[in-house]
């Protein structure tokens, strides 16, 4: 089985469903699909009105940006490197998404982990592209720049609410637990951001489902239920009693970690006990 699939298993996406990823550019090319593309060259976003077909992007220090429009049914995912940025790919999407009905004041985005404002170096050419707002000036004629933050105004100006719109704080560079193409060249692996509107009839039947994470100290659960995918946060001291209520769960956290942490041992034994998928 493929490591995607692992997931996909994790966050109750049945094989055999329909999934378009791209052949990504840098570029602010973007195409609506219905599912039957399988992998859409030459683009760098995807829009879909249709159910149950998964869009996907992959980063390693790039901005993933997922668009979901609860009331026209509508869903984007945006792959915005600096180049897209640039170009505007953030709020073309917008824009292309209200070409199948979508509305910007009902929009709900999430802008992905990826390179942070503190730690992404560019040069004056890069720089002079972005507004001062998002640089921060260093010596020699670099600059630290916030693609983050300049996707963040480009969906304030397409009109979508400020509450609206949650940003990772997370950052691939400093992050190990993440894939950074500037951190480790090329032995950087990519991360998968993908976003499907589901069948509500079939995810009513679906048990529910979790991803066990061990990391900074504390296990942390994120739960798949019902199709509404929430994060709980947890010590773990009360994780053991919900797993054993989860018909299935996949965990992932580095081995180093696991070997390490003496509370880790009731862990252990679960997981010989459960024989988990591992990820």
């Known amino acids: 089985m493929r490591i995607e699939d692992y997931f996909f ?12 990823y791209q052949s990504q550019i840098h570029s602010a090319n973007i195409t609506i699909v219905d599912g039957d593309e399988g992998i859409v060259k030459d683009s760098d976003a995807l829009i879909t009105s249709e159910q149950n077909v998964l869009l996907g992007v ?11 429009d609860p009331v026209s049914k ?3 995912a945006v792959h915005a490197g600096w180049r897209g940025t640039e170009q505007m790919i953030g709020l073309s999407a917008v824009r292309r998404m209200m070409e199948l009905g979508a509305m910007p004041e009902n929009l709900f985005a999430f802008i992905g982990a990826s390179a942070s404002g503190e730690k992404y170096e560019v ?13 921060v000036a260093l010596a020699g004629n670099k600059f630290l720049l916030d693609v983050k933050g300049a996707n963040l105004d480009q ?7 400020h509450d609206h719109i949650e940003i990772s704080p997370l950052c691939t560079i400093t992050d190990e637990r993440l894939h950074s193409f500037r951190r480790d060249g090329k032995r ?15 995810v009513q039947n679906q048990p529910p489902r979790a991803i066990l994470v061990y990391f900074d100290g504390k296990f942390r659960i994120f739960v798949f239920l019902k199709g509404i995918e929430s994060c709980t946060h947890s010590e773990h001291k009360g994780v053991f009693s919900f797993l054993e ?20 041992k009731p862990l252990r034994g679960m997981l010989r006990k459960r024989r988990p998928q591992q990820i």
């Not at 298993?9 to 055999?16: K, R």
């Not at 992959?58 to 979901?68: F, N």
């Not at 950087?188 to 079939?202: E, Q, Y």
């Open 74 to 76: 509508v869903i984007a």
């Open 123 to 135: 040069g004056l050419d890069v720089a002079t592209l972005f507004e001062e707002k998002n640089l």
């Open 188 to 202: 950087a692996g990519r991360m998968l951001a993908v976003i499907m509107r589901k069948d509500v009839s079939f």
């Open 155 to 161: 969906l304030l100006f397409a009109g979508i609410p």
């Open 245 to 264: 209520h989860c018909s299935h769960f996949v965990y992932w956290f580095r081995l180093q970690d696991l070997s390490m942490a003496n509370h880790c």
């Open 9 to 20: 298993e994790a966050i109750g996406v049945l094989s055999g469903t329909k999934a378009v």
């Open 58 to 68: 992959t980063v390693a220090d790039c901005t993933p940006i997922l668009l979901y």
